[in-house]
């Protein structure tokens, strides 16, 4: 198995050294190290990282403002890492969708837990995105079958059953999906209404 490609973001050039070398020293690979925000997103989509290790205070960008660029452009694991523990800040990281916080100094020993359930956290979650994305296309395919079923009960008089079972028969001759089939019913209808 390869190391988990690490990258940082960190502004204080003496705190990114420290981290880059606590990683390296625990087997992760430091694909990169961003001083700004706006660098950070660029480098995340240049280098396509495991995770991002990311500052809340930078310049250009904050870290937390880059984390939703990064899950809006290239969606990726971030770990919000500041100086400061309190309410607002942990409001910000949760907001930014940063998947865990980490307070500087970093104890070296927090890092592999940390890293593991943030990306634990985003594969879960990237996971769930999917499963909703399918069930909102089935949702879909399953209101336009019904519209075309209703199409064809009112056009041939026949039941529901009857019209479903039609649209198989054409999917299965056409080699298509019922879905397609009942979507060239619902759009003929238009064009006839």
């Avoid at 019904?146 to 299965?172: C, D, F, H, S, V």
């Amino acid at each position: 198995m390869s190391a988990t490609r690490v990258l940082i973001a960190e502004d204080n050039e003496l705190v990114a050294l420290t981290l880059e070398e606590q990683l390296s020293n625990l087997g992760y690979a430091v694909v990169g190290v961003a001083h700004s925000g706006s660098e950070a997103v660029r480098l995340c989509t240049q280098l396509n990282p495991d995770i991002v290790i990311m500052d809340m205070q930078m310049p250009e960008m904050t870290g937390d403002a880059a984390a939703q660029q990064i899950a809006k452009q290239h969606p990726t694991p971030v770990i919000m890492l500041t100086a400061y523990s309190d309410t607002e800040h942990i409001r910000k990281a949760e907001l930014s969708g940063a998947l865990a916080y980490l307070i500087k100094p970093v104890n070296p020993e927090e890092l592999p837990p940390t890293i593991d359930v943030a990306i634990a956290r985003f594969r879960e979650m990237q996971r769930l995105r999917e499963q909703v994305g399918e069930l909102q296309e089935t949702i879909e395919a399953r209101k336009i079958i019904e519209r075309a079923k209703g199409i064809l009960m009112q056009r041939r008089n026949i039941g529901g059953e009857e019209a479903y079972e039609l649209m198989r028969q054409w999917a299965r001759e056409r080699q298509r999906k019922v879905k397609d089939i009942a979507q060239a019913i619902v759009d003929a209808e238009s064009l006839l209404s």
